[in-house]
């Protein structure tokens, strides 16, 4: 029987320890907090749900955001500056990147230019309009600098929706996916959500992260609710996360 009282399974309630592999919270270098008091406040938003350990991602974007470990590591250190000048010794703050497939990321590989996560996974995107053209011949090289891939955001790609045999096909040339949490929601859309549910059911998801990148995503964030079906699917999930990084 339907009751009002039922529990409500809220994601931010599973979150607790969690290492966050994908966020843009490293202040004025790409689309993510444009001030180290931005970066603060979204810190110190994540912990109050006891979210403390970061590795920040910006992008690498040749056409866009053509960051390099230099402006990376300064936008870091600025922000580790700050948390120490707050007294927030208890969070943990490295940094990567978010790396987009274009015609400049083969460049960034062979001159070692790269920002690999922990262990030497990679994270890449592609474009949300359609794949990148040298898509395959970077995974292969990738793999070539003992790197491992991971695709970041797979559910986004509208171009790959309803194609499971694309996803599959992926996964057998070495990928890893890593789904962005507030796709469990209708936040990017509908069919996003039902994609990212649907990697989820059938076992495609290897890691998860956050991708936020201001207030109003972590807002949303908090605010979602999930099925206990979901709930039990997710949890390894977030440990596998947890255990990798």
Same mark, same amino acid.
């Given at each position: 029987?339907?009751?009002?009282?039922?529990?409500?399974?809220?994601?931010?309630?599973?979150?607790?320890?969690?290492?966050?592999?994908?966020?843009?919270?490293?202040?004025?270098?790409?689309?993510?907090?444009?001030?180290?008091?931005?970066?603060?406040?979204?810190?110190?938003?994540?912990?109050?749900?006891?979210?403390?350990?970061?590795?920040?991602?910006?992008?690498?974007?040749?056409?866009?955001?053509?960051?390099?470990?230099?402006?990376?590591?300064?936008?870091?250190?600025?922000?580790?500056?700050?948390?120490?000048?707050?007294? +927030?010794?208890?969070?943990?703050?490295? =940094?990567?990147?978010?790396?987009?497939?274009? @015609? &400049?990321?083969? $460049?960034? *590989?062979? %001159?070692?230019?790269?920002?690999?996560?922990?262990?030497?996974?990679?994270?890449?995107?592609?474009?949300?309009?359609?794949?990148?053209?040298?898509?395959?011949?970077?995974?292969?090289?990738?793999?070539?600098?003992?790197?491992?891939?991971?695709?970041?955001?797979?559910?986004?790609?509208?171009?790959?929706?309803?194609?499971?045999?694309?996803?599959?096909?992926?996964?057998?040339?070495?990928?890893?996916?890593?789904?962005?949490?507030?796709?469990?929601?209708?936040?990017?859309?509908?069919?996003?959500?039902?994609?990212?549910?649907?990697? +989820?059911?059938?076992?495609?998801?290897? =890691?998860?992260?956050?991708?936020?990148?201001? @207030? &109003?995503?972590? $807002?949303? *964030?908090? %605010?979602?609710?999930?099925?206990?079906?979901?709930?039990?699917?997710?949890?390894?999930?977030?440990?596998?996360?947890?255990?990798?990084?």
């Amino acid at each position: 029987m339907f009751s009002f009282f039922s529990k409500k399974n809220y994601l931010i309630d599973y979150l607790e320890g969690f290492v966050d592999i994908h966020n843009h919270i490293l202040p004025g270098i790409d689309d993510g907090a444009k001030t180290v008091e931005e970066s603060i406040a979204l810190i110190r938003g994540f912990g109050k749900f006891g979210v403390t350990d970061f590795i920040c991602t910006p992008h690498i974007m040749h056409s866009y955001y053509p960051n390099t470990p230099e402006t990376i590591k300064n936008s870091h250190s600025k922000l580790q500056t700050e948390l120490k000048n707050q007294s +927030l010794g208890d969070v943990s703050v490295s =940094f990567a990147a978010e790396h987009m497939i274009d @015609s &400049n990321f083969e $460049n960034l *590989l062979e %001159e070692n230019k790269v920002m690999p996560l922990t262990n030497n996974y990679l994270l890449v995107e592609m474009s949300y309009l359609q794949a990148s053209i040298n898509f395959d011949e970077a995974i292969q090289k990738i793999a070539e600098h003992r790197y491992f891939p991971i695709l970041a955001h797979p559910e986004r790609y509208l171009y790959l929706h309803g194609n499971l045999k694309k996803h599959r096909e992926y996964k057998e040339q070495g990928l890893h996916y890593q789904l962005n949490l507030l796709s469990l929601s209708k936040y990017y859309g509908r069919e996003v959500q039902q994609m990212a549910l649907k990697l +989820l059911e059938e076992g495609l998801i290897d =890691f998860v992260g956050s991708d936020i990148h201001n @207030s &109003n995503q972590l $807002n949303s *964030l908090k %605010e979602i609710q999930l099925s206990e079906k979901v709930v039990n699917t997710l949890q390894p999930i977030i440990q596998r996360t947890n255990m990798s990084f």
